[in-house]
């Protein structure tokens, strides 16, 4: 059957780094795709792995060529893709769980030709970071390529791995790297690309780690000449293809933008500062859970797991819409509450402290998600404060929801309609008696 997603990494003396970066996809929430290793020609132990991790699971393909370079080793997976998207990966870099289902999910919900999306830029031990477009809606591929045009050498733009494509358009017009150019040739299939593409899409949620361990122009052992008549040629590609996506009227209005890539990219401006501003440790960017627990049994090792899979759904709606994981937990359980519940009541419901819950509610008043309104207890006189949505909030309510689906799928995933009914009735009977227990 054909898959969904054809992800293709280039392998080239990765021994080193090839198994972390291949468990990350087979280990992905998504399941439907092929993994396509291309083995370049390698002198370490890079070929030997590909073969293993083929025979081990059927959706991985293993090919072994002679040394020829990354863009025709992309080539080359590219004609044998079968998927419906194509998804790239360096074999020194790796992606989080939620990766593939993120980009296929937005490609889909919005019909989009490209989804682009936020990474994680790793030095050593930190982490950082890094994208662009702050608008999570549908762009045009004129509003696309004016985001481009304000940071036209940025890494973000250029590479392929933070992308999701169309097989389609990619076969319709023979779309290829250039196996002359080394520099810039992942840009320079972006931009044809873009050219044939109408609607595309910014995901917020970072999803790949980008390790900087790729050799420069320097190490290449490209002559002078030969470097610059390949940037000659990008820089000439660059120029036409604004030419073609502007009209003549707004192309005179944006000469000098598209001039500034020749500034930025002389200087080699694609590639990522060492680290970017507002580093942390590498393992605290996102939700870690110890695996002694994770095997642990028992009634709360059970209630642990079901919690930090609900958050590690929930995470990705945080990111997503730029909250924490305590501030997502308690917008999502607010909203299953009455407007009239305690503070106290709450952030017991949703297992916070006390001083957690009032950040983060304070944030979302800051934000607009929420409004409170003061009232008197008919009782006591004490003054009350109840929260209430704003109109701003459907989208972070609807981002909520929608991860409390998957995380009510991934719970029952390996079960048949006969036994997830069967389930639910057993748990509704459960819930009723443990109601009647406690009040």
Known sequence: MQPTVSIIVPVYNAESTLRRCVDSILNQDYRDFELILVNDGSQ??????????????????????PNTGVSDTRNLAISRARGTYLQFL?????????????LVQTARQHDCDLVISDFYRVVGERVSRKGDIDDDTVLTREEYAAHMMENPADFYYGVLWNKLYRRSIVERWNLRMDPEISWCEDFMFNLEYIRHTETFCALQVPIYYYVKTKGSLATQSLTIPKTIKMKLTVFEYYNRFFKTVLDEEEYEKSRLKVYKFLLDAAGDGAVPPAILPGS????????QVSPDILAGTGILCDAFRDRKLLERYLETAAL??????????????????????????????????????????????????????????????????????????????????????????????????????????LSQKIQTHIQTVLQ
């Open 44 to 65: 370490d132990g890079s070929g030997a792995i590909c073969d293993a991790y083929a025979a081990q699971d059927p959706r991985v393909i293993a090919i072994h060529k």
């Open 90 to 102: 360096d074999s020194d870099d790796w992606i989080t769980p939620d990766a593939t289902t993120l």
């Open 280 to 287: 942390q440790k590498l393992g605290n960017e996102r939700m």
């Open 320 to 425: 997503k819409n730029d909250l924490s994981l305590p501030e997502a937990v308690a917008l999502l359980y607010l909203r299953q509450c009455t407007p009239e519940v305690t503070r106290r009541d709450l952030a017991d419901f949703a297992g916070l402290s006390r001083s957690a819950l009032a950040l983060a509610l304070q944030k979302a008043v800051s934000q607009g998600l929420l409004r409170t309104e003061d009232l008197k207890d008919p009782e006591s006189g004490e003054k009350q404060t109840r929260f209430l949505f704003t109109p701003a909030a459907g989208p972070v309510l609807e981002d909520l929801e929608r991860a409390r689906r998957e995380y009510e799928a991934a719970r029952l995933d390996t079960l048949t309609p006969e036994e997830q009914a069967a389930y639910q009735a």
